[in-house]
């Protein structure tokens, strides 16, 4: 017996899979868990009388910015993680015409139970790690929790990048945005010594502010041409989208001459009307 025919007996192998279960209940797990860890992370830290030592001597205003801080660096990895994830693996509805009929079909970007599981593991990491950020018991730690948290979205973007061609469009700026990001964070942990907390945190609330601004444009656009265009597999995509161009463009001419063979015949033209003449008077007279 082949052991691959004792595992399909758990599933259809021939069957499209849906995701969308799997995807919306992770992430709203996922949004729960960091949602509720982040609301007694600000209650303790801003308002409560459980700040950790390291933070003691920071003012209200240098502990909201921390705060910012952490809410800008979270918000941009859960935001990213449902956007990729619901444009990966929750299925599309598509609309063409066969035959004369219009046909809906639904299919995933990737069927891949394999890089769901992969995404969903990333995702648990980043909730584990958030944990550790908000726990951090001064500045400097911090910086180290918050450089290992980004360099664990760095290394998801890479591996995409190199092993997943759907993905390399998004990776490719991810990648981008990830190591600016942990390159200010390690260059504030390790250079930035002789600056004062309150500088330090300054710049890390405005960075991260703007990562996550950027990061909402990625988010919310297609990629630009400079990145399409360099892709590895962009001739084979540019190829399918002219053949799929092609096809509705026969589709749609069948359709054309479907139409024009149900139309009703056009009408005979009318037939002249014929005018009699009266008939011509008698000129002589009767005898």
Known sequence: MDPRNGAYWFYDRNATPDFKQLVEKSLALFGVFTGVTLSFYIKDFLFGDNIPVGFLDF???ARVLI????IALLLRYIVGSAVHLNATYVAKVTTKIENGVLVETKEPKSRSMWWLFVDISFLVAFGLLAVVIIYSSDLDKFLWNSSVFIGVGLVWSLIALIGRPGDRAVAARWT???GCQLAVTASLYYYAVNWSDFDKTRVL???YGVCLFIDFWVVSRPPPTLWVTRLPN??????ALAA????????LAALQAQLAALAPP????PAPEVVAEPPAAATGAAI
């Open 205 to 207: 609330t405005f960075i």
């Open 176 to 178: 981008v945005i990830d």
């Open 244 to 251: 799929r161009i092609a096809a509705l463009q026969t589709e």
């Open 266 to 269: 056009p009408a005979a033209p």
């Open 67 to 70: 705060s910012a801080s952490v």
């Open 234 to 239: 962009a001739a084979a995509q540019r190829a």
């Open 59 to 61: 003012s209200i205003f």
